[in-house]
């Protein structure tokens, strides 16, 4: 099922979604030995999502601005600016026409402008002011969806209408437990739920630089034969900056054709553990319930730098960052491992067309050819740590489990001469230290490679 309310909420956009699905199997495979009685399985899948946007240039409108018309001609500017912040004659409140009374009325309306325009702003003018600063924010994009999936085998009768459309539990009086465990053996009990929140908007201050901001949030929770599990993800903040247009400042106006910066960030924390079984008490505190915990910080990209030259050349220049902490709890101490990866990449492009035709015994032959250039440099590094805690003493061990760098130079030459015949050239040097065993690997690749087609 899916609704979409029109009437009173269309500035809200909302999309309400409902699915479910059950199935119910009563055939032999579903049917225990050790008992008599009639079983089946059953199962259940659900999912509810509401979504929509609050378009704020919708509900906060710029007034257009007065435009001329023959009613009502714009007025000239007179020499010196003599009409500015004056009224003309006949046009005023309470002004009679032109002549001397109309001249005491325009220095009355002088001096009460004056002693006025001392207020301060008008409540219009601030009215105005809030509705373009909201006019600079895109769509608040917003979801919230609940997923649920139950399934479960020895079940004596056929489950409550709710369940079968998903709306509540099942009923656990109707499982017929494995005799000789003590009313506590199932051969089947799994149940998930998936509790999902996301946000997104962007924010546009000027016509070249715009933000991009996200959140999100999950809650998932299983369960399979009484042993209860659940992760908690947080998504916050996931910020991307975005500069255009920078070929018109003054150190790149001379060489570049076109030009743009891009940044971003996101950190996500990751927490997953076992809850009590149904029946026992959860831990004292609320952050017991966890037992590891992974925390990343990624930079991609921490700059990214894109560029078309005045000669035709295209280059882009991206540098990444990232960082993931995991930390996990077992016994007495605590073991973390962190994980530090960066990276620089250089890519240049550069495409041409050769001469068109070409003369060949006193007749012209005409065909097109193509020659396109890429370069691309990397350079990366990657680093892992890991700590163990001792919890009774407090002590800390460290140490470098690996440690490489990374260098990769591809050039590459691809060459169209015409639809049917194309042909490549890949030559690649790639180098890797291992600075934890002392260790250097260089490899060199050369590809050729041709493509005819009849």
Excluded: C
């Excluded at 739920?193 to 933000?211: I, L, N, R």
């Excluded at 971003?264 to 609320?286: I, K, N």
């Excluded at 097109?368 to 009774?392: A, F």
């Amino acid at each position: 099922l899916s609704y979409r309310p029109q009437k009173w909420v269309r500035w809200l956009g909302p999309v309400l979604t409902y699915e479910t699905s059950y199935n119910e199997d009563q055939s032999p495979v579903a049917q225990a030995p050790d008992t008599p009685r009639k079983l089946r399985r059953v199962q259940n899948t659900a999912a509810r999502e509401i979504s929509g946007a609050i378009r704020l240039r919708q509900i906060f409108k710029k007034k257009e601005e007065d435009k001329p018309t023959r009613a009502s001609p714009r007025r000239p500017n007179l020499p010196g600016g003599a009409n500015r912040g004056r009224t003309p004659p006949g046009e005023g409140d309470g002004q009679e026409g032109a002549g001397a009374e109309g001249a005491e009325g325009s220095g009355a309306g002088e001096e009460a402008g004056a002693e006025g325009g001392s207020s301060g702003p008008s409540l219009s003018g601030i009215y105005n002011g809030f509705v373009s600063f909201a006019n600079t924010f895109g769509d608040l994009r917003f979801s919230y969806r609940d997923d649920r999936s139950s399934r479960f085998s020895r079940v004596s009768d056929r489950p409550h209408i709710l369940y079968q459309f998903g709306v509540r539990d099942l009923d656990r009086s109707l499982l017929v437990p494995v005799e000789g465990t003590g009313g506590a053996g199932l051969i089947e009990d799994n149940t998930s739920e998936a509790f999902t929140s996301t946000f997104d908007t962007s924010w546009q201050p000027s016509g070249s630089f715009y933000v991009d901001f996200a959140w999100s949030q999950s809650i998932a929770k299983t369960s399979v034969t009484g042993s209860r599990n659940k992760t908690f993800t947080t998504t916050f903040p996931d910020l991307s900056l975005n500069f255009e247009g920078l070929e018109n400042r003054a150190f790149l106006k001379r060489f570049t054709r076109s030009s743009s910066l891009n940044s971003s960030y996101r950190r996500s924390v990751r927490q997953s553990g076992a809850l009590p079984r149904l029946g026992e008490a959860p831990p004292p505190g609320e952050r017991n319930w966890f037992d590891s915990e992974t925390v990343s910080h990624d930079f991609a990209p921490l700059a990214a730098w894109r560029a078309t030259w005045h000669n035709g050349i295209n280059t882009t220049l991206t540098i990444d960052r990232s960082k993931n902490s995991d930390a996990s709890e077992f016994r007495d101490a605590v073991s973390t491992t962190e994980t530090t990866v960066s990276n620089v990449r250089l890519n240049g492009r550069y495409s041409f067309s050769a001469p068109r035709g070409v003369s060949f015994l006193g007749r012209r032959i005409r065909f097109s050819s193509d020659l396109t250039l890429n370069l691309d440099l990397n350079r990366g590094e990657n680093k892992t740590v890991e700590s163990t805690t001792q919890l009774t003493t407090g002590q800390i061990t460290t140490a470098t489990r690996s440690h490489t760098k990374n260098l990769g130079i591809t050039p590459r030459a691809t060459y169209n001469f015409s639809r049917k015949l194309q042909g490549s050239l890949d030559i690649s040097y790639q180098r890797r230290q291992d600075l934890q065993r002392d260790r250097t690997d260089t490899t060199i690749s050369v590809a050729l490679e041709a493509l005819i087609q009849f």
